[in-house]
């Protein structure tokens, strides 16, 4: 059909990517500003000096055990976590951070400094794109603190790995699938979180994406003039993703292929369809000009597995 080519479905990245990678930064609580760091390093600089002009010796290197090194004492906990916010807010080092806040579930696994490392750390995978690291560090917490608030930010942020690396329509999406379930969990288990809007749409921005794959699969049955391989894949188009862009192409795809079939009522059911939901659709200019050609007019076969669809959600 006319203009065909302009309607390829986009990718995620080209036509969503203002939504991509919104309200996924941390919760505002682990913003802090530093307050202890500044202070620990001075008063580390000012012992160190002290200590170079007492004249006293070194005892460390009296240690007949081994080196003073081999088993350095524990860092305070809040200076591991303050580090580590300094290299990801003010270095932009996200890789950096991760090491300090994995070190202080390394020193302090039992604190409560330890749990805040731990979102942390999978947001700062996120940020550095490393998304396995990111699904990994945030399913271990919802495993170890299902009960707590960031429990909701941890699914979101599985969600929004998977959702990052959706390909486009012309290969495989499981990424796809996985990124709507992972955040269909962010509204099923938290649907008063703040995150759970931005699941809803991006879920939607996904289910788009499904129904261009099957499009565009469609499509190419119809090239080949396998009508009924098309219209497989646009039903599902339309009894699944109707609430897409995508649809007004579908149903006007059914018209033409049920057209070449002979099965005239069916076209002249998703034409009618097409032209009571969206008349000025493009589309259905299409779709009309097919029946019409045929001798026929638009008319709704309210028995029709279209028809039925589109008022199972109260469309038509």
């Known amino acids: 059909m006319p203009g065909d080519g302009d309607r390829e479905p986009l990718t995620v990245s080209r036509q969503f990517g203002d939504v991509t990678r919104m309200s996924s930064s941390p919760p505002a609580i682990f913003r802090r500003p530093l307050t202890r760091v500044g202070a620990v390093v001075l008063v580390a600089l000012s012992l160190g000096a002290c200590s170079s002009f007492s004249g006293l010796p070194d005892l460390g290197s009296f240690n007949i055990f081994g080196s003073k090194d081999d088993n350095p004492p524990d860092e305070p906990a809040d200076r591991l976590y303050n580090e580590g916010l300094y290299y990801l807010n003010s270095e932009r080092k996200p890789k950096e951070a991760v090491k300090k806040f994995e070190e202080v579930d390394r020193q302090h696994p039992y604190s409560e400094w330890a749990r805040k490392a731990l979102i942390m750390s999978a947001y700062s995978y996120y940020q550095s794109g490393s998304y396995d690291e990111c699904v990994a560090a945030a399913k271990r917490y919802i495993t170890l603190h299902p009960g707590t608030p960031d429990a909701a930010y941890a699914q979101f942020l599985i969600g929004s790995s998977y959702y990052d690396q959706i390909p486009d329509i012309t290969r495989d999406q499981d990424q796809t699938e996985k990124a709507m379930a992972a955040l269909d969990e962010v509204i099923r288990k938290y649907p008063d979180s703040e995150y759970a809007n931005n699941a809803k749409q991006k879920i939607e921005v996904a289910r788009d994406q499904l129904a261009g794959k099957e499009m565009q699969v ?15 894949r646009f039903k599902v188009v339309v009894t699944k993703y109707q ?39 493009s589309w259905y200019k299409h779709a009309y000009a097919l029946v019409k050609s045929g001798g026929r007019e638009p008319s709704e076969n309210k028995g029709s597995w279209i028809s039925k669809a589109f008022k199972k959600v109260g469309l038509g």
């Open 218 to 232: 469609g499509r190419y049955y119809l090239e080949k003039h396998d009508y009924t391989g098309a219209i497989n």
């Open 243 to 281: 609430t897409t862009r995508h649809v007004e192409e579908a149903l006007e795809r059914l018209t033409e292929s049920y057209m070449a079939l002979g099965i005239i009522d069916e076209a002249q059911t998703a034409a009618a369809v097409l032209g009571h939901n969206f008349p000025d659709s």
